[in-house]
């Protein structure tokens, strides 16, 4: 027998939730093949089998969030696997028929007597203190599994069952009980799960109670870690991009017709905070308690809205690339997000993130940083409006906002205004003479 463990999915990654098992137990598997799919605040992914053989146990429900390196199935190798279908044949042959019949005289099938024990360590230990006769218990649980709320509510002596009845079979098979094996490979209980909040009845009238996803739960955990460990500050300026505005409306059609992709301003900003981060390294760094560490390589970490969360994938050595070697990175990375084809290396190594929250129409936001980076950028919506100008003059200029939030630990005012100045001359250096390429 083999386990298959939650894999570490990222550098920072230290827990994984599985969103749904491919394969169920007494399934065949190959290497390789994907047995279950796994969610974290930057990936889904699936588990591959490193070896041929069958699923023998889940250990690990659907929506269930558990640490790196702890067990999620066991699969039979080949020959195990045969070796132990015999023996299970040969037993079940054996074994009188009125063994395997319930309380009231019908047979129970083989499906349900393997179901019916696989208990939690817990539950098992709670029914032993008691002295109760486990296998008479009514599960409440999925398929019918018994819960540790099963068994607190359990009355001896219920249905014919005497106290002493129950004490005399629970000693009669003590020996199984009481055995590691019967539970070690159990399904965990759900209703033990710090994670899950108990039963609370149904949503009133006028309400709707949505469940929490696995995403959304990895993700609120992630923001109210960064929140916690990181004291945010926060800065904006006000950029004219005028002149960048007549650029991309020139060269928008001509760029989409040779290249495929829309030509948009998320490119030209993060070209601009490249540039500023070379000036200014320490604003891509992170914090590590006793150092500051400095990032040499600048990794550009960009937020794509998918249909069931934000991902945030990766365009590495953003610095070496042109206005139009960013537009292509940024489509690609937003199509394969869509379709859920990243991989873990599209999510790993982000140093610094740059967010186009003016995509849905906002002018002003305080992000909260993407740990471990040291700060965070959100560009809002290009609005056209009267602008008095040096020389007394009102024009209508197009403008932004540039948004940051910093770690306080990490970066001062004096550094962040610099960089924040630094974005902001270059954009607003950037016009119809400026090269895509």
């Not at 009514?138 to 359990?154: H, P, W």
């Not at 005399?168 to 009980?177: L, S």
């Not at 990181?230 to 960048?244: C, I, S």
Request: glycine share 6%; proline share 5%.
């Amino acid at each position: 027998m083999a386990e298959v463990r939650m894999p570490k999915l990222g550098e920072s990654v230290t827990e994984g939730t599985i969103g749904k098992w491919l394969k169920q137990v007494g399934d065949s598997v190959y290497k390789y093949e994907p047995i279950a799919e796994v969610t974290t605040d930057k990936v889904n992914a699936e588990i591959p089998s490193d070896f041929d053989g069958v699923l023998t146990a889940i250990l690990v429900a659907e929506n269930e969030t558990v640490k790196v390196g702890t067990p999620l199935a066991v699969i039979a190798e080949e020959g195990q696997a045969a070796a132990s279908q015999n023996e299970t044949g040969a037993t079940a042959a054996a074994e009188p028929a009125a063994q395997r019949a319930s309380d009231d005289g019908e047979a129970q099938s083989p499906e349900h007597d393997a179901q019916r024990s696989r208990y939690s360590p817990v539950v098992l230990r709670m029914s032993q203190e008691r002295g109760i006769d486990i296998a008479r218990i009514k599960g409440s649980g999925i398929a019918g599994r018994v819960t540790r709320k099963d068994v607190l509510a359990y009355v001896p002596g219920k249905d014919g069952e005497s106290a002493g009845g129950a004490q005399a079979a629970e000693r009669k098979q003590g020996d199984v009980a009481t055995l590691p094996s019967a539970s070690a490979y159990a399904a965990p209980d759900k209703s033990e799960s710090p994670s899950t909040p108990p039963a609370s009845g149904e949503a009133p009238e006028r309400e709707e109670w949505l469940p929490v996803t696995a995403i959304r739960r990895t993700i609120a955990q992630r923001m109210l870690q960064s929140k916690q460990q990181a004291p945010h500050a926060w800065m904006m300026v006000e950029v004219d991009v005028t002149p960048l505005a007549r650029l991309r409306e020139r060269e928008k059609k001509a760029f989409k017709q040779r290249e495929g992709i829309d030509l948009t301003y998320l490119p030209f900003f993060i070209k601009a905070t490249v540039e500023a981060l070379k000036e200014f390294p320490l604003v891509n760094s992170t914090w590590a308690e006793d150092k500051i560490i400095v990032k040499r390589d600048l990794h550009i970490s960009i937020a794509v809205a998918t249909e069931n969360a934000l991902v945030v994938p990766v365009i590495k050595h953003a610095d070496r690339l042109s206005v139009s070697g960013l537009a292509s990175a940024i489509s690609e990375l937003a199509q394969r997000a869509r379709s859920g084809k990243l991989t873990l290396d599209d999510v790993q190594g982000g140093t610094f993130t740059v967010n186009n929250t003016g995509a849905f129409g906002s002018i002003l936001s305080q992000p909260i940083i993407n740990a471990p980076q040291a700060a965070i950028l959100t560009v809002e919506s290009i609005v056209r409006r009267p602008v008095v100008r040096g020389d007394d003059s009102i024009a209508i200029r197009s403008m932004v906002n540039l948004c940051m939030s910093l770690d306080h630990r990490v970066l001062d005012g004096w550094v962040s205004g610099q960089f924040l100045r630094a974005v902001k001359l270059r954009l607003e250096q950037m016009d119809e003479q400026t090269s895509l390429y």
